[in-house]
Protein backbone atom coordinates (compact mmCIF):
# COMPACT_ATOMS: atom_id res chain seq x y z
CA UNK A 1 0.00 0.00 0.00
CA UNK A 2 1.20 3.47 -0.96
CA UNK A 3 1.79 6.37 1.00
CA UNK A 4 -0.91 9.20 2.17
CA UNK A 5 -0.28 12.37 -0.02
CA UNK A 6 -0.52 13.83 3.65
CA UNK A 7 2.30 12.21 5.46
CA UNK A 8 1.45 13.17 8.56
CA UNK A 9 -1.58 10.56 8.28
CA UNK A 10 0.77 8.02 7.74
CA UNK A 11 2.69 8.68 10.70
CA UNK A 12 -0.70 8.63 13.13
CA UNK A 13 -1.69 4.96 11.39
CA UNK A 14 1.91 4.08 12.06
CA UNK A 15 1.71 5.05 15.73
CA UNK A 16 -2.00 3.18 16.10
CA UNK A 17 -0.37 0.19 14.93
CA UNK A 18 2.42 0.42 16.75
CA UNK A 19 0.45 0.44 19.89
CA UNK A 20 -1.22 -2.74 18.92
CA UNK A 21 1.88 -4.39 18.36
CA UNK A 22 3.26 -2.57 21.81
CA UNK A 23 -0.05 -4.22 23.45
CA UNK A 24 0.00 -7.58 22.04
CA UNK A 25 3.46 -8.22 22.94
CA UNK A 26 2.62 -6.73 26.68
CA UNK A 27 -0.35 -9.14 26.94
CA UNK A 28 1.88 -12.07 25.53
CA UNK A 29 4.39 -11.19 28.27
CA UNK A 30 1.61 -11.06 31.11
CA UNK A 31 0.22 -13.93 30.24
CA UNK A 32 3.07 -16.16 30.54
CA UNK A 33 4.40 -14.30 33.58
CA UNK A 34 0.76 -14.65 35.53
CA UNK A 35 0.83 -18.81 34.41
CA UNK A 36 4.14 -19.64 35.63
CA UNK A 37 3.73 -17.39 38.62
CA UNK A 38 1.03 -19.23 39.46
CA UNK A 39 2.81 -22.36 38.65
CA UNK A 40 5.87 -21.59 40.69
CA UNK A 41 3.89 -19.89 43.58
CA UNK A 42 5.77 -17.05 42.71
CA UNK A 43 4.87 -14.06 44.35
CA UNK A 44 6.82 -11.25 43.01
CA UNK A 45 6.08 -12.49 39.30
CA UNK A 46 2.30 -12.16 40.12
CA UNK A 47 3.12 -8.44 41.69
CA UNK A 48 4.90 -7.58 37.98
CA UNK A 49 2.02 -8.71 36.48
CA UNK A 50 -0.35 -6.58 38.34
CA UNK A 51 1.51 -3.48 37.88
CA UNK A 52 1.51 -4.46 34.24
CA UNK A 53 -1.59 -3.92 33.92
CA UNK A 54 -1.57 -0.48 34.37
CA UNK A 55 0.71 -0.02 31.62
CA UNK A 56 -1.35 -1.48 30.07
CA UNK A 57 -4.73 0.30 30.60
CA UNK A 58 -2.78 3.20 29.71
CA UNK A 59 -1.68 2.14 26.49
CA UNK A 60 -4.94 1.32 25.36
CA UNK A 61 -6.62 4.44 26.65
CA UNK A 62 -3.81 6.42 24.75
CA UNK A 63 -4.52 4.40 21.46
CA UNK A 64 -8.56 5.04 21.96
CA UNK A 65 -7.85 8.64 22.00
CA UNK A 66 -5.27 9.22 18.64
CA UNK A 67 -8.05 6.70 17.46
CA UNK A 68 -10.81 9.37 17.85
CA UNK A 69 -8.74 11.92 17.05
CA UNK A 70 -7.45 10.24 13.78
CA UNK A 71 -11.25 9.51 12.42
CA UNK A 72 -11.78 13.50 13.74
CA UNK A 73 -9.06 14.48 11.46
CA UNK A 74 -8.93 12.76 8.37
CA UNK A 75 -11.93 11.19 8.32
CA UNK A 76 -10.52 7.73 7.10
CA UNK A 77 -11.71 5.54 4.20
CA UNK A 78 -11.54 1.97 3.11
CA UNK A 79 -8.93 -0.25 4.72
CA UNK A 80 -8.12 3.03 6.40
CA UNK A 81 -11.00 3.49 8.44
CA UNK A 82 -10.82 -0.73 8.75
CA UNK A 83 -7.97 -0.52 10.19
CA UNK A 84 -8.53 2.59 12.83
CA UNK A 85 -12.00 0.80 13.62
CA UNK A 86 -9.86 -2.92 13.82
CA UNK A 87 -7.48 -1.29 16.02
CA UNK A 88 -9.79 0.25 18.78
CA UNK A 89 -11.52 -3.49 18.56
CA UNK A 90 -8.13 -5.34 19.10
CA UNK A 91 -7.10 -3.05 21.60
CA UNK A 92 -9.94 -3.25 24.23
CA UNK A 93 -9.37 -7.61 23.46
CA UNK A 94 -5.51 -6.97 24.75
CA UNK A 95 -6.86 -5.20 27.13
CA UNK A 96 -9.54 -7.84 28.84
CA UNK A 97 -6.40 -10.79 28.15
CA UNK A 98 -4.01 -8.17 30.28
CA UNK A 99 -7.52 -8.17 32.90
CA UNK A 100 -7.19 -11.82 32.97
CA UNK A 101 -3.70 -12.24 33.32
CA UNK A 102 -4.22 -10.18 36.60
CA UNK A 103 -6.86 -12.06 37.88
CA UNK A 104 -4.53 -15.15 37.58
CA UNK A 105 -1.51 -13.32 39.24
CA UNK A 106 -3.88 -12.02 41.49
CA UNK A 107 -4.36 -15.85 42.82
CA UNK A 108 -1.03 -17.10 42.76
CA UNK A 109 -1.16 -15.85 47.16
CA UNK A 110 -4.00 -17.57 47.47
CA UNK A 111 -3.70 -21.09 45.71
CA UNK A 112 0.08 -21.29 47.41
CA UNK A 113 -0.92 -20.87 51.54
CA UNK A 114 -2.74 -24.51 50.80
CA UNK A 115 -0.49 -27.26 51.16
CA UNK A 116 -0.51 -28.97 48.16
CA UNK A 117 2.02 -27.39 45.24
CA UNK A 118 -0.05 -25.79 42.54
CA UNK A 119 2.10 -27.91 40.09
CA UNK A 120 1.18 -31.33 41.46
CA UNK A 121 -2.42 -30.38 41.00
CA UNK A 122 -2.35 -28.58 37.59
CA UNK A 123 -0.20 -31.03 35.37
CA UNK A 124 -2.93 -30.11 32.28
CA UNK A 125 -3.03 -26.54 33.18
CA UNK A 126 0.46 -25.96 32.50
CA UNK A 127 -0.24 -27.70 28.96
CA UNK A 128 -3.26 -25.25 28.48
CA UNK A 129 -1.11 -22.09 29.15
CA UNK A 130 1.13 -23.22 26.62
CA UNK A 131 -1.94 -23.41 24.27
CA UNK A 132 -3.17 -20.22 25.61
CA UNK A 133 0.53 -18.27 25.44
CA UNK A 134 0.62 -19.77 21.76
CA UNK A 135 -2.04 -18.18 20.56
CA UNK A 136 -1.51 -14.79 22.11
CA UNK A 137 2.07 -14.69 20.64
CA UNK A 138 0.55 -16.13 17.18
CA UNK A 139 -2.26 -13.94 16.57
CA UNK A 140 0.20 -10.67 17.56
CA UNK A 141 2.81 -11.92 14.97
CA UNK A 142 0.17 -12.92 11.85
CA UNK A 143 -1.22 -9.48 12.23
CA UNK A 144 2.14 -7.92 12.49
CA UNK A 145 2.92 -10.09 9.51
CA UNK A 146 -0.48 -9.53 7.75
CA UNK A 147 -1.18 -13.27 7.30
CA UNK A 148 -4.96 -13.99 6.55
CA UNK A 149 -5.09 -16.83 6.10
CA UNK A 150 -2.62 -17.84 9.44
CA UNK A 151 -5.43 -15.98 11.33
CA UNK A 152 -8.22 -18.58 10.12
CA UNK A 153 -6.26 -21.40 11.43
CA UNK A 154 -5.80 -19.60 14.69
CA UNK A 155 -9.42 -19.00 15.33
CA UNK A 156 -10.01 -22.48 14.43
CA UNK A 157 -7.25 -23.51 17.09
CA UNK A 158 -9.13 -22.17 19.85
CA UNK A 159 -11.05 -25.46 19.90
CA UNK A 160 -7.81 -27.11 21.12
CA UNK A 161 -7.69 -24.48 24.25
CA UNK A 162 -11.33 -25.55 24.69
CA UNK A 163 -10.88 -29.16 24.97
CA UNK A 164 -7.51 -28.55 26.90
CA UNK A 165 -10.00 -26.74 29.62
CA UNK A 166 -12.34 -29.62 29.50
CA UNK A 167 -9.56 -31.52 30.67
CA UNK A 168 -8.22 -29.32 33.37
CA UNK A 169 -12.12 -29.20 34.37
CA UNK A 170 -12.19 -32.66 35.42
CA UNK A 171 -8.66 -33.24 36.37
CA UNK A 172 -9.53 -30.61 39.13
CA UNK A 173 -12.67 -32.32 40.17
CA UNK A 174 -11.29 -35.20 40.62
CA UNK A 175 -8.70 -34.07 42.78
CA UNK A 176 -11.80 -32.49 44.83
CA UNK A 177 -13.50 -35.24 45.27
CA UNK A 178 -10.30 -37.13 46.35
CA UNK A 179 -9.35 -34.54 49.38
CA UNK A 180 -11.88 -32.07 50.24
CA UNK A 181 -8.76 -30.15 51.56
CA UNK A 182 -7.71 -29.56 47.72
CA UNK A 183 -11.25 -27.31 47.08
CA UNK A 184 -10.12 -24.13 48.05
CA UNK A 185 -7.06 -24.46 45.90
CA UNK A 186 -8.82 -26.02 42.85
CA UNK A 187 -11.42 -23.58 43.33
CA UNK A 188 -8.61 -20.99 42.12
CA UNK A 189 -7.11 -23.09 39.86
CA UNK A 190 -10.48 -23.54 38.05
CA UNK A 191 -10.92 -19.73 37.28
CA UNK A 192 -7.57 -19.69 36.31
CA UNK A 193 -8.40 -22.11 33.67
CA UNK A 194 -11.34 -20.21 33.13
CA UNK A 195 -9.20 -17.13 32.38
CA UNK A 196 -7.28 -18.81 30.14
CA UNK A 197 -10.13 -20.25 28.15
CA UNK A 198 -11.15 -16.62 27.85
CA UNK A 199 -8.15 -15.56 27.23
CA UNK A 200 -8.12 -17.79 24.25
CA UNK A 201 -11.78 -16.67 23.02
CA UNK A 202 -10.17 -12.55 23.20
CA UNK A 203 -6.89 -13.96 20.65
CA UNK A 204 -10.41 -15.23 18.77
CA UNK A 205 -11.84 -11.69 18.56
CA UNK A 206 -8.55 -10.40 17.93
CA UNK A 207 -8.41 -12.89 15.00
CA UNK A 208 -11.85 -11.83 13.03
CA UNK A 209 -11.32 -8.43 13.65
CA UNK A 210 -7.67 -8.20 11.82
CA UNK A 211 -8.68 -10.60 9.45
CA UNK A 212 -11.28 -7.82 8.87
CA UNK A 213 -8.73 -5.15 8.67
CA UNK A 214 -7.04 -7.02 5.97
CA UNK A 215 -9.01 -8.44 3.90
CA UNK A 216 -12.40 -6.12 4.11
CA UNK A 217 -14.87 -9.48 4.67
CA UNK A 218 -15.81 -10.92 7.75
CA UNK A 219 -15.25 -14.36 8.32
CA UNK A 220 -18.11 -16.51 8.71
CA UNK A 221 -20.33 -17.06 11.75
CA UNK A 222 -20.04 -20.76 12.58
CA UNK A 223 -16.85 -21.81 14.49
CA UNK A 224 -16.17 -25.05 16.18
CA UNK A 225 -17.18 -24.52 19.97
CA UNK A 226 -16.89 -26.89 21.99
CA UNK A 227 -17.40 -26.62 26.23
CA UNK A 228 -18.00 -29.66 27.45
CA UNK A 229 -17.55 -28.53 30.93
CA UNK A 230 -21.42 -27.54 30.72
CA UNK A 231 -22.33 -30.82 29.86
CA UNK A 232 -20.75 -32.44 32.66
CA UNK A 233 -22.38 -30.40 34.99
CA UNK A 234 -24.82 -31.01 33.26
CA UNK A 235 -25.01 -35.05 32.75
CA UNK A 236 -23.81 -34.78 36.91
CA UNK A 237 -26.23 -32.38 38.55
CA UNK B 1 -31.14 -21.09 18.13
CA UNK B 2 -29.79 -18.54 15.21
CA UNK B 3 -28.89 -21.10 12.35
CA UNK B 4 -28.55 -18.89 9.38
CA UNK B 5 -26.38 -20.55 6.52
CA UNK B 6 -23.71 -18.80 4.93
CA UNK B 7 -25.73 -19.15 1.75
CA UNK B 8 -28.75 -17.68 3.11
CA UNK B 9 -26.33 -14.56 4.52
CA UNK B 10 -25.01 -14.26 1.79
CA UNK B 11 -28.18 -14.06 -0.15
CA UNK B 12 -29.74 -11.07 2.07
CA UNK B 13 -26.24 -9.33 1.03
CA UNK B 14 -26.63 -9.49 -2.27
CA UNK B 15 -30.37 -8.85 -2.67
CA UNK B 16 -29.43 -5.37 -0.45
CA UNK B 17 -27.05 -4.28 -3.00
CA UNK B 18 -28.56 -4.99 -6.23
CA UNK B 19 -29.21 -2.52 -8.49
CA UNK B 20 -32.42 -0.83 -9.01
CA UNK B 21 -34.07 -1.04 -12.90
CA UNK B 22 -31.63 1.56 -14.71
CA UNK B 23 -33.31 4.89 -15.63
CA UNK B 24 -29.84 6.23 -17.85
CA UNK B 25 -27.46 3.99 -18.89
CA UNK B 26 -23.94 5.01 -20.74
CA UNK B 27 -22.66 2.27 -23.70
CA UNK B 28 -19.19 2.32 -24.79
CA UNK B 29 -19.53 6.63 -24.51
CA UNK B 30 -16.19 8.29 -26.04
CA UNK B 31 -15.97 11.45 -25.92
CA UNK B 32 -13.40 13.68 -27.75
CA UNK B 33 -12.61 17.51 -27.39
CA UNK B 34 -11.04 18.42 -30.51
CA UNK B 35 -8.44 15.84 -30.80
CA UNK B 36 -8.09 15.30 -27.11
CA UNK B 37 -10.35 12.16 -26.01
CA UNK B 38 -11.49 12.55 -22.49
CA UNK B 39 -13.40 9.34 -22.13
CA UNK B 40 -12.72 6.06 -23.12
CA UNK B 41 -15.60 3.89 -23.81
CA UNK B 42 -17.88 4.28 -20.35
CA UNK B 43 -20.10 1.69 -19.84
CA UNK B 44 -22.66 2.83 -16.47
CA UNK B 45 -26.29 2.11 -15.68
CA UNK B 46 -27.93 5.08 -13.58
CA UNK B 47 -30.42 3.26 -11.25
CA UNK B 48 -33.88 4.40 -11.13
CA UNK B 49 -35.02 6.77 -8.13
CA UNK B 50 -31.59 6.34 -6.44
CA UNK B 51 -28.30 8.63 -6.18
CA UNK B 52 -25.07 7.69 -7.98
CA UNK B 53 -22.03 9.62 -7.21
CA UNK B 54 -19.43 10.04 -9.49
CA UNK B 55 -16.07 10.86 -7.68
CA UNK B 56 -12.40 10.63 -9.53
CA UNK B 57 -9.72 13.01 -9.43
CA UNK B 58 -9.83 16.63 -11.36
CA UNK B 59 -9.47 15.74 -15.40
CA UNK B 60 -10.46 12.30 -14.77
CA UNK B 61 -14.02 12.67 -17.16
CA UNK B 62 -16.35 12.57 -14.12
CA UNK B 63 -18.19 15.93 -15.16
CA UNK B 64 -17.58 15.55 -18.80
CA UNK B 65 -20.13 12.18 -18.53
CA UNK B 66 -22.42 13.97 -16.41
CA UNK B 67 -22.88 16.64 -19.20
CA UNK B 68 -23.06 13.77 -21.48
CA UNK B 69 -26.29 12.71 -19.52
CA UNK B 70 -28.21 16.01 -20.53
CA UNK B 71 -26.02 16.87 -24.01
CA UNK B 72 -25.24 19.95 -22.02
CA UNK B 73 -21.30 18.86 -24.03
CA UNK B 74 -23.72 20.10 -27.48
CA UNK B 75 -22.36 23.23 -26.27
CA UNK B 76 -19.09 23.08 -26.69
CA UNK B 77 -18.17 22.91 -30.94
CA UNK B 78 -14.87 20.74 -30.47
CA UNK B 79 -16.75 18.31 -28.47
CA UNK B 80 -17.75 15.05 -30.64
CA UNK B 81 -19.80 12.20 -28.35
CA UNK B 82 -19.81 8.66 -29.67
CA UNK B 83 -21.01 5.30 -28.50
CA UNK B 84 -24.72 5.87 -27.05
CA UNK B 85 -26.47 7.20 -23.81
CA UNK B 86 -30.23 6.31 -23.35
CA UNK B 87 -33.09 7.87 -21.22
CA UNK B 88 -35.47 5.64 -20.24
CA UNK B 89 -34.16 2.93 -23.37
CA UNK B 90 -33.93 5.26 -25.24
CA UNK B 91 -31.01 7.22 -27.62
CA UNK B 92 -30.87 10.93 -26.20
CA UNK B 93 -27.99 11.20 -28.77
CA UNK B 94 -30.79 10.74 -31.86
CA UNK B 95 -31.04 13.36 -34.46
CA UNK B 96 -35.34 13.52 -33.64
CA UNK B 97 -34.48 14.12 -30.04
CA UNK B 98 -35.96 17.53 -29.10
CA UNK B 99 -32.91 18.77 -26.87
CA UNK B 100 -34.83 21.89 -25.07
CA UNK B 101 -37.50 18.89 -23.83
CA UNK B 102 -34.58 16.55 -23.06
CA UNK B 103 -33.24 19.35 -20.52
CA UNK B 104 -36.47 19.91 -19.34
CA UNK B 105 -36.76 15.57 -18.36
CA UNK B 106 -32.93 15.80 -17.41
CA UNK B 107 -32.62 18.90 -15.15
CA UNK B 108 -29.24 20.47 -13.84
CA UNK B 109 -27.83 22.41 -10.90
CA UNK B 110 -23.84 23.76 -11.48
CA UNK B 111 -21.47 24.18 -8.74
CA UNK B 112 -22.04 27.62 -8.93
CA UNK B 113 -25.42 28.83 -7.71
CA UNK B 114 -26.21 31.12 -11.06
CA UNK B 115 -30.05 32.61 -10.81
CA UNK B 116 -31.54 34.28 -13.26
CA UNK B 117 -31.01 38.39 -12.66
CA UNK B 118 -35.08 37.86 -11.97
CA UNK B 119 -37.20 37.66 -8.97
CA UNK B 120 -37.42 34.19 -6.80
CA UNK B 121 -40.75 33.55 -8.48
CA UNK B 122 -39.92 34.57 -11.65
CA UNK B 123 -36.53 32.13 -11.57
CA UNK B 124 -38.85 29.16 -10.93
CA UNK B 125 -41.60 30.01 -12.93
CA UNK B 126 -39.34 30.86 -16.07
CA UNK B 127 -38.80 26.87 -16.61
CA UNK B 128 -42.90 26.17 -16.40
CA UNK B 129 -43.23 29.17 -18.52
CA UNK B 130 -40.79 28.43 -21.70
CA UNK B 131 -42.35 24.64 -21.30
CA UNK B 132 -46.02 25.85 -21.33
CA UNK B 133 -46.66 23.78 -18.68
CA UNK B 134 -48.55 26.38 -16.82
CA UNK B 135 -50.98 29.70 -18.35
CA UNK B 136 -52.80 30.65 -15.31
CA UNK B 137 -51.56 32.84 -12.43
CA UNK B 138 -53.01 30.77 -10.02
CA UNK B 139 -50.81 27.61 -11.81
CA UNK B 140 -47.99 29.54 -11.50
CA UNK B 141 -48.15 30.30 -8.10
CA UNK B 142 -48.68 26.60 -7.33
CA UNK B 143 -45.59 25.26 -9.03
CA UNK B 144 -43.72 28.11 -7.80
CA UNK B 145 -44.74 27.32 -4.05
CA UNK B 146 -44.55 23.56 -4.71
CA UNK B 147 -41.09 23.71 -6.32
CA UNK B 148 -39.40 25.81 -3.45
CA UNK B 149 -41.46 23.63 -0.68
CA UNK B 150 -39.55 20.53 -2.27
CA UNK B 151 -36.16 22.39 -2.55
CA UNK B 152 -36.90 23.21 1.35
CA UNK B 153 -36.72 26.96 0.38
CA UNK B 154 -40.21 28.05 0.50
CA UNK B 155 -40.73 28.99 4.53
CA UNK B 156 -37.32 31.07 4.30
CA UNK B 157 -38.60 33.28 1.47
CA UNK B 158 -42.20 32.98 1.04
CA UNK B 159 -42.61 36.81 2.16
CA UNK B 160 -39.80 38.31 -0.54
CA UNK B 161 -40.77 36.50 -3.52
CA UNK B 162 -40.70 39.36 -5.41
CA UNK B 163 -37.12 39.70 -4.19
CA UNK B 164 -34.14 39.58 -6.99
CA UNK B 165 -32.37 35.53 -6.43
CA UNK B 166 -29.28 37.19 -6.31
CA UNK B 167 -30.06 38.59 -3.17
CA UNK B 168 -30.25 35.19 -0.92
CA UNK B 169 -27.23 33.44 0.12
CA UNK B 170 -25.16 31.24 -1.85
CA UNK B 171 -27.19 28.01 -0.15
CA UNK B 172 -30.40 29.65 -0.65
CA UNK B 173 -29.17 30.28 -4.31
CA UNK B 174 -28.28 26.76 -4.68
CA UNK B 175 -31.49 25.65 -3.40
CA UNK B 176 -33.61 28.37 -5.34
CA UNK B 177 -31.47 26.21 -8.40
CA UNK B 178 -32.63 23.35 -7.79
CA UNK B 179 -36.15 24.46 -7.17
CA UNK B 180 -36.06 25.78 -10.41
CA UNK B 181 -34.54 22.39 -11.96
CA UNK B 182 -37.47 20.58 -9.86
CA UNK B 183 -39.97 23.19 -11.20
CA UNK B 184 -40.51 21.35 -14.88
CA UNK B 185 -40.90 17.96 -13.08
CA UNK B 186 -37.98 16.44 -14.71
CA UNK B 187 -36.81 12.93 -14.09
CA UNK B 188 -33.36 12.76 -13.43
CA UNK B 189 -30.86 15.40 -11.71
CA UNK B 190 -27.67 15.99 -12.58
CA UNK B 191 -25.73 18.05 -10.06
CA UNK B 192 -22.18 19.49 -10.34
CA UNK B 193 -20.87 19.48 -7.16
CA UNK B 194 -23.76 21.19 -5.45
CA UNK B 195 -22.16 22.28 -2.35
CA UNK B 196 -18.38 23.13 -3.41
CA UNK B 197 -19.27 26.89 -3.08
CA UNK B 198 -21.50 26.33 0.32
CA UNK B 199 -21.06 26.13 3.97
CA UNK B 200 -20.75 23.25 5.60
CA UNK B 201 -24.32 24.43 7.45
CA UNK B 202 -25.96 25.40 3.55
CA UNK B 203 -24.24 21.62 2.44
CA UNK B 204 -26.47 19.55 5.32
CA UNK B 205 -29.26 21.64 4.23
CA UNK B 206 -28.52 20.55 0.48
CA UNK B 207 -27.77 17.13 1.60
CA UNK B 208 -30.40 16.26 3.47
CA UNK B 209 -32.87 17.54 0.45
CA UNK B 210 -30.97 15.21 -2.19
CA UNK B 211 -32.07 12.61 0.47
CA UNK B 212 -35.99 13.83 0.50
CA UNK B 213 -35.50 14.13 -3.45
CA UNK B 214 -34.56 10.45 -4.21
CA UNK B 215 -38.07 9.53 -3.29
CA UNK B 216 -38.91 11.04 -7.15
CA UNK B 217 -35.97 11.40 -8.87
CA UNK B 218 -33.19 10.01 -10.23
CA UNK B 219 -30.12 11.67 -9.39
CA UNK B 220 -26.71 11.85 -10.33
CA UNK B 221 -24.03 13.53 -8.37
CA UNK B 222 -20.52 14.63 -9.20
CA UNK B 223 -18.68 15.23 -5.74
CA UNK B 224 -15.04 16.19 -4.85
CA UNK B 225 -15.84 15.42 -1.20
CA UNK B 226 -15.46 11.52 -0.55
CA UNK B 227 -17.64 12.00 2.77
CA UNK B 228 -20.29 13.60 0.94
CA UNK B 229 -20.62 10.86 -2.01
CA UNK B 230 -20.54 7.83 1.20
CA UNK B 231 -23.05 10.66 2.91
CA UNK B 232 -25.87 11.09 -0.13
CA UNK B 233 -25.41 7.88 -2.89
CA UNK B 234 -26.50 4.45 -3.20
CA UNK B 235 -24.14 3.38 -5.80
CA UNK B 236 -20.73 4.75 -6.87
CA UNK B 237 -18.87 5.27 -9.72
CA UNK B 238 -15.03 6.06 -9.56
CA UNK B 239 -13.18 7.70 -12.73
CA UNK B 240 -9.58 7.97 -13.90
CA UNK B 241 -8.04 9.31 -16.81
CA UNK B 242 -11.08 9.13 -18.98
CA UNK B 243 -12.01 5.41 -17.67
CA UNK B 244 -14.85 4.19 -15.78
CA UNK B 245 -12.37 1.74 -13.02
CA UNK B 246 -15.49 0.60 -10.64
CA UNK B 247 -18.94 0.88 -9.85
CA UNK B 248 -20.53 -0.46 -6.93
CA UNK B 249 -22.64 0.29 -3.85
CA UNK B 250 -21.43 3.34 -1.83
CA UNK B 251 -21.14 1.25 1.30
CA UNK B 252 -19.05 -1.04 -0.50
CA UNK B 253 -17.04 1.59 -2.44
CA UNK B 254 -16.47 3.48 1.03
CA UNK B 255 -15.33 0.15 3.06
CA UNK B 256 -13.54 -1.88 0.89
CA UNK B 257 -13.51 -1.32 -2.77
CA UNK B 258 -12.24 -3.89 -5.53
CA UNK B 259 -10.03 -1.70 -7.69
CA UNK B 260 -6.87 -0.75 -6.17
CA UNK B 261 -7.08 3.00 -7.67
CA UNK B 262 -10.69 3.36 -5.91
CA UNK B 263 -8.38 2.19 -2.96
CA UNK B 264 -5.80 4.96 -3.28
CA UNK B 265 -8.18 7.83 -3.98
CA UNK B 266 -10.25 7.45 -1.40
CA UNK B 267 -7.96 7.24 0.96
CA UNK B 268 -6.10 9.94 0.09
CA UNK B 269 -2.97 7.94 -1.21
CA UNK B 270 -2.89 10.11 -5.00
CA UNK B 271 -4.97 12.67 -6.51
Given at each position: MGEHTVS?FD ?65 PMAQD ?135 G ?21 | ?18 P????MAGKDVTVHYGEKQALFGVNLEVP???VMALIGPSGCGKSTFLRCLNRMNDTIDICRVGGSIL ?6 Y ?14 M?FQ ?78 LMDEP?S ?23 VIVTHSMQQAA??S?RTAMFHLGNLVEEGPT?KMFTNPDDKRTQDYITGRFG
Open positions: SEELEHIDRLIRDMGDLSGAMTRASTNALLESDNALAQRVISDDAIMDAKQRELDERAITLIAKRQLRSVVGAIRMASDLERIGDLAKNIAKRVGAVGQQGATPRSLAHSIDAMAGLVLHQVNAVVEQYVQRNADALIRLRDDDEKVDIQYTSVFRELLTYMMEDPRNITSCTHLLFCAKNLERIGDHVTNIAENAYYVMTSQLPVQRPKLDETQMTVDAES | MNMLTDAAVEETLQSGSKAASKERQLDGEDIDPRIDVVELRARVGVKPNPFPKSIYENVAYGPRIHGLASKKSEFDEVVETSLQKAGLFNEVKDRLQEPGTGLSGGQQQRLCIARAIAVSPEVICALDPIATAKVEELIDELRENYTIRVQD
